[in-house]
T-cell receptor, first 112, second 108 residues
């Protein structure tokens, strides 16, 4: 089944403890991206990647890192999480400019 | 800064009604997207368009590039259409800007 898989679905962590949210797609898509969704603010783009080893900042990149060492994986790294990074995170991918996006199921992160 | 504005924010309709959700944007775009988010949180891409009109079943999306405006129409609405509908645009640099969504409730 063609899909974008995020892990974990739920995560509670403490301030300052490094964490990684994984994102993997099995559709050979070139473009991948990360978003966070907050009440009243909607969805905002964190980082995106046009292809392997190519990443760019979105609207709210502060406090996050990404890497794209291989086409299928695009992990989101929080080196020192803070409570203001408590949010619902989505990963998405698409093949090229002419196609729509496939979203992962989301990761609900709570930083205490 | 609100690159994408949607209206209405909330919408309640009776089953069978024709529904329109509007989206205006202020940036140059390469594409406009309509997304659907169900109460469980999952997001589904409904349409991606850069001109004209697209139709999938009871859903129709239109875009007017000159006016920087798009509409999502739902014909013969059904309770299972109840969801949040999100308009988003991508600029030529592949940055993504989202509207805050329209919460639709269709009453049987």
């Amino acid at each position: 089944e063609a899909q974008v898989t995020q892990n974990p679905r739920y995560l509670i962590t403490v301030t300052g403890k490094k964490l990684t949210v994984t994102c993997s797609q099995n559709m050979n898509h070139e473009y991948m991206s990360w978003y966070r969704q907050d009440p009243g603010l909607g969805l905002r783009q964190i980082y995106y990647s046009m292809n392997v080893e190519v990443t760019d900042k979105g609207d709210v990149p502060e406090g996050y890192k990404v890497s794209r060492k291989e086409k299928r994986n695009f992990p989101l790294i929080l080196e020192s999480p803070s409570p203001n990074q408590t949010s619902l995170y989505f990963c998405a991918s698409r093949p090229d400019r002419e196609e729509g996006y496939t979203f992962g199921s989301g990761t609900r992160l709570t930083v205490v | 800064k609100n690159e994408v504005e949607q209206s209405p924010q909330n919408l309640t309709a009776q089953e069978g009604e024709f529904i329109t959700i509007n989206c205006s944007y202020s940036v140059g775009i390469s594409a406009l997207h309509w997304l659907q988010q169900h109460p469980g949180g999952g997001i589904v891409s409904l349409f991606m368009l850069s001109s004209g009109k697209k139709k999938h079943g009871r859903l129709i999306a239109t875009i007017n590039i000159q006016e920087k405006h798009s509409s999502l129409h739902i014909t013969a609405s059904h309770p299972r259409d109840s969801a949040v509908y999100i308009c988003a645009v991508t600029n030529t640099g592949n940055q993504f800007y989202f509207g805050t969504g329209t919460s639709l409730t269709v009453i049987p």
